[in-house]
């Protein structure tokens, strides 16, 4: 049995040829410094000047957060566009040159950073084995509207769970799923009822089943994670469900000269109305994660921006309230900037209360 994560031992922040001996140690006594601080309080920010190295120091405070965990739960990297690609090149020069065997080979993260909320609720439900360390996301993944076909399709289907005499509605949802949903080629007419007819977390075994080729396409992945569905048993839902129900009512039961423009309506009416359970969806997914690492937080200095809302904003009480994705999601946050002082008072306190 291997011995437990170590960050004295295990994490060698100085590379020969990149970085001078003196700055790794500072890189090194500031990341334990993070670690030990966010044992004790919400969270912190690191406000270093750029090029001190802030990167590494947030990857190494990461690893140490993942592997000390228990549950090996990944920790969530939000950065803007602008340095979404640098993140995982960096976090491949951390795991090569400065993490030590065996934890090299487990730390584990995208490529490419994730840009939009689906891909990312898709990483939480991973298990051990193929969960990644780190995940990257865009500042603007979370509030993007939902394309996902899968969840939504999800959606109808639990919009339609409990009603009587939905197996027609069922049937006529087979006949312009494709349209509806924007997903023509994902299965035949005949699969959409199986779907339907079935729980999500069904669905994969059903796919692998019957059209295996669309399961490869989701390379062995649950397509609605089980976090996500579970959520929608919520109360704040029945209004948008049951608006999304009317609607499908409405979908064409035969052929008719008008049926092109109904269904071009139905889409429309069921889009507003599934993106208005998205919103809601968001906000009530039931997962903690160890640490938010939030890069360049001076983005979040004043409250009413999009992204300050579709993140934190919530009273956790109000059912009708639209709580942010990252709503008591986070056990700890560290924040990133290089401008702290750049901050007029109000707003650096507008980003401290996150905590």
Not at 134 to 140: A, L, R, S
Not at 243 to 258: A, G, Q, T, V
């Amino acid at each position: 049995m291997s011995a437990p994560f170590d960050p004295g031992r295990d994490i060698k922040l100085y590379v020969e040829g990149r970085i001078k001996p003196e700055d790794a140690a500072r890189q090194a006594r500031t990341a334990v410094e993070i670690v030990a601080r966010l044992k004790k309080q919400p969270g912190l920010i690191l406000a270093d000047e750029v090029g001190m190295g802030k990167t590494f120091v947030a990857l190494a405070s990461a690893a140490t957060m993942h592997f000390t965990d228990p549950e090996r739960r990944p920790v969530v990297v939000m950065v803007p566009s602008s340095l979404a690609e640098k993140w995982p090149r960096d976090a491949d020069v951390f795991r090569k040159k400065c993490l030590s065997a065996p934890w090299s080979e487990q730390f584990r993260f995208p490529e490419r950073p994730i840009t939009r909320g689906t891909d990312f609720l898709k990483t939480l439900d991973d298990d051990v084995a193929k969960r990644n360390s780190v995940v990257f996301v865009t500042h603007g993944a979370l509030h993007r509207s939902l394309s996902d076909g899968w969840i939504r399709l999800a959606i109808l289907r639990k919009a339609l769970h409990g009603r009587h005499g939905t197996a027609e509605i069922r049937t006529a949802i087979g006949r312009f799923a494709g349209e509806l949903l924007r997903m023509a080629r994902a299965v035949d007419e005949e699969a959409w009822d199986g779907l339907l007819s079935r729980d999500p977390s069904e669905w994969l075994k059903y796919l692998k089943r019957n059209y295996p080729e669309t399961a490869e396409q989701l390379a062995d992945d649950d397509p609605v994670p089980e976090h996500l569905w579970k959520a929608l048993d919520g109360d704040v839902f029945t209004g948008e469900l049951r608006n999304i129900y009317d609607c499908l009512n409405e979908i064409p039961r035969r052929e008719s000269k008008h049926k092109s423009e109904k269904i071009l309506q139905l889409r429309r009416d069921l889009g507003k109305h599934i993106e208005n359970v998205w919103a809601l969806l968001k906000g009530r997914i039931d997962v903690r994660l160890p640490l938010l690492i939030f890069d360049e937080a001076h983005h979040l200095k004043n409250p009413e921006t999009r992204l300050v809302q579709s993140l934190f904003q919530g009273s956790g009480e109000d059912v009708d309230e639209i709580n942010g994705a990252f709503y008591g999601v986070f056990e700890k946050i560290l924040m990133l900037t290089a401008t702290p002082f750049q901050l007029g008072h109000h707003e650096l306190v507008n980003v401290l209360e996150l905590f």
